[in-house]
C-alpha cells in the first residue's frame, strides 16, 4: 500500500515539473512576420523576385549556348514524345459536303502527307486556305475523336454564267466568281450574261431575267452595254435595248406587249427603249425587203 502512495506521488511531481509550451512566436518568426507585413516586401518576393529569376534564366539561356541547346533538345524530345501518341495523329481528311472537283481543290491546297500529327498542323492556316478558294463561301476545320482531319464547307452557288471576252465564269448571287468553264454549254441550264461589269450587275440581270420570265424560253442573253445599260438579246437575232435607269419598267412593258399584240413575233430586229417616251422598231432585212417590194408595187418606184 506504501509503495502505490509513492509511485501517485512521483508521477504528480513529474507532471507539474514538466516545461509548459509558449504559444508566443520566436524572435526570429516575430522579425519575419513584421517584414512581411511592410508595404514594399510583398511586392517584391510575389512579383519582382519572379520576374529577376527569370530574366536571369534567360540571360544564361541565350549566353550559353550549351544551355540554350540542351533546353531545345529537351523542349524537342517532350514534343516529339506528344505528338507522337496515336490519339493525336491524323490519319485522314474528311469533306462531308462539297462536289468532287472541289474537293479535288481542297486536297490540292492544303497538300498534307498523312499521317501526321495534329501538332504539325495549323488548323487556322487550313481554314483560311480553304476559304481562299473562289468556290467556297465559308470553311470550318476541326479535329474528330477518330483521327480526322474535318473541313466542313459552306460552297457557293452558280446563279449565273457570264461571258467576259474569251473568259467564261460561273457566278453565285452575288457576282463573286465559282469557278472557270471552259464552253457554255457546261452549265447551260443557267441564264448567261456577257461584258466587263455585268458581275457587277448581277442583282439588276436577276430581276430583268425575272421580269423576262414569259420569254424565258426565247431569251440567250443580257449583255452589259458600257458597263451601265442591258441589252436583251433574243433567238432569231432580236435585241431589246433597255435604258440605263428604269430598265425593269421598260422590259415590262414589252412584256405586256408581247402579251396583247405578239410584238416579238413580229419581223423585228431591235426593239429601241432606251427613250421611254419614244420607243423605236427595227424590221429585219426579210421585213425590209418585203416592205420595199410593197411599196415599189403599190407606187411603181424604188423606195
Known amino acids: 500500500m506504501s509503495t502505490l502512495v509513492a509511485t501517485r506521488k512521483s508521477t504528480q511531481v513529474v507532471a507539474l515539473s514538466a516545461p509548459r509550451r509558449d504559444p508566443a512566436p520566436s524572435k526570429m518568426k516575430y522579425r519575419l512576420q513584421r517584414l512581411w507585413l511592410r508595404k514594399y516586401v510583398r511586392p517584391v518576393v510575389q512579383i519582382w523576385l519572379p520576374v529577376l529569376g527569370i530574366a536571369l534564366f534567360v540571360w544564361l539561356l541565350g549566353s550559353n549556348d550549351a544551355l540554350r541547346g540542351a533546353v531545345q533538345q529537351k523542349i ?9 501518341r496515336p490519339e493525336l495523329t491524323i490519319e485522314s481528311i474528311d469533306i462531308p459536303v462539297g462536289s468532287v472537283d472541289l474537293v479535288r481543290q481542297i486536297d490540292g491546297v492544303i497538300d498534307l502527307a498523312l499521317p501526321v500529327s495534329a ?13 481562299n478558294l473562289s468556290a467556297v463561301k465559308s470553311a470550318m476545320v476541326h479535329l474528330s475523336n477518330t483521327g ?8 457557293r452557288i452558280p446563279k449565273m454564267v457570264w461571258r467576259n471576252g474569251n473568259r467564261i465564269f460561273l457566278l ?17 441550264d443557267l441564264p448567261l450574261v ?35 445599260r442591258w441589252d436583251v438579246v433574243l433567238d432569231g437575232d432580236q435585241v431589246v435595248k433597255l435604258p440605263e435607269f428604269g430598265a425593269e419598267d421598260a422590259l415590262r412593258r414589252i412584256v405586256d406587249m408581247q402579251n396583247t399584240q405578239q410584238i416579238m ?21 426579210d421585213a425590209l425587203e418585203a416592205l420595199r417590194k410593197q411599196r415599189n408595187s403599190t407606187y411603181g418606184e424604188p423606195v
Open 148 to 155: 480526322q482531319l474535318v473541313i466542313t464547307i459552306e460552297e
Open 194 to 228: 456577257i461584258g466587263g461589269g455585268a458581275d457587277m450587275a448581277i442583282d439588276e440581270a436577276q430581276a430583268l431575267f425575272d421580269m423576262a420570265a414569259p420569254l424565258e424560253e426565247r431569251i440567250r442573253a443580257l449583255v452589259r452595254v458600257g458597263e451601265r
Open 119 to 131: 501538332l504539325d498542323v495549323d488548323l487556322e492556316a487550313v481554314r483560311q486556305v480553304v476559304q
Open 76 to 84: 524537342d524530345d517532350v514534343r516529339a514524345s506528344v505528338a507522337a
Open 172 to 188: 453565285d448571287e452575288t457576282g463573286i466568281r465559282v469557278a472557270e468553264v471552259p464552253r457554255r454549254a457546261v452549265r447551260f
Open 265 to 285: 413575233d413580229w419581223n423585228l430586229s431591235i426593239i429601241d427603249m432606251r427613250d421611254p417616251n419614244r420607243p423605236l422598231i427595227r424590221l429585219n432585212d
